[in-house]
């Protein structure tokens, strides 16, 4: 992976941890921009589309989860990587992070190694989405009446077409690249954050919960104590 390939917003109040992230980030190669609250970091979201974006919770004015939202309402950051990093680790609020369309949550504080090392897996595993399974052609893979656009991050149902965050958008090809499998719950956490991400165990039903918010409640189905499949509803 080169570094300097990729973008990063660093969104914080604290002008010093500002300055301690970048330096950090910068050694490594990464291209650094930062924002002092949310409303700037949309703006320079705007003007520099970043490949990943991350946020502080708790801000003047806007805070991180309000930021991610409408960050997140826009069609043309639909594939861009957010992660909050906080000095709040409860469960609920890494809950709300994730239902507003996160796709990590880092609890400070937090060594350099280690966050680079976040950083760099959240980047790395952010391209990967299964090349198996559905119906594939020219990246676009059907199955019932919902059609993936792989290149465009893109849902196509019912002749509509919506966009997902990343990580419910890679959840749900993982899903459909087997359909009727069974993934367990320790297989989805490997495959779509990795081994060396560390999520809470809601995680995983957020995101199934959100998706079928918008795909329909049919297609997912949950088997008690083991995982998810997915399903043709139409059959």
Not at 80 to 102: H, K, M, N, P, W
Request: hydrophobic share 35%; proline share 3%; charged share 30%.
């Amino acid at each position: 992976m080169e570094s300097s390939n990729y973008k990063i917003l660093l969104v914080d109040d604290e002008s010093d941890i500002l300055e301690f992230l970048s330096y950090n980030l910068k050694k490594e190669g990464f291209q650094v921009s930062t924002a002092g609250d949310g409303k700037e970091a949309i703006e320079k979201a705007k003007k520099l589309h970043p490949h990943l974006i991350i946020l502080d919770v708790m801000m003047p004015e806007m805070d991180g989860i309000e930021t991610c939202e409408k960050i997140r309402s826009l069609p043309e950051f639909s594939d861009v990587l957010i992660s909050f990093l906080t000095a709040r680790g409860e469960d609920y609020s890494q809950i709300a992070g994730f239902e507003a369309g996160a796709d990590d949550y880092i609890s400070k504080p937090i060594k350099p190694k280690v966050f680079i090392s976040r950083v760099k897996a959240l980047l790395k595993r952010s391209g990967r989405v299964s090349e198996e399974g559905g119906n594939a052609s020219n990246g676009l893979i059907s199955i019932g009446n919902i059609s993936i656009d792989r290149e465009r991050y893109l849902i196509i149902q019912d002749g509509k077409e919506f966009s997902l965050p990343r990580k419910e958008f890679e959840l749900l090809i993982l899903l459909v690249s087997r359909p009727q499998k069974v993934f367990t719950r320790d297989e989805i956490y490997s495959s779509i954050w990795g081994e060396k991400i560390i999520v809470g165990d809601r995680t995983i039903d957020v995101h199934i919960r959100k998706l079928r918010e918008k795909i329909g409640d049919d297609y997912i189905q949950t088997v008690k104590g083991v995982g998810y499949k997915f399903v043709d509803a139409a059959n």
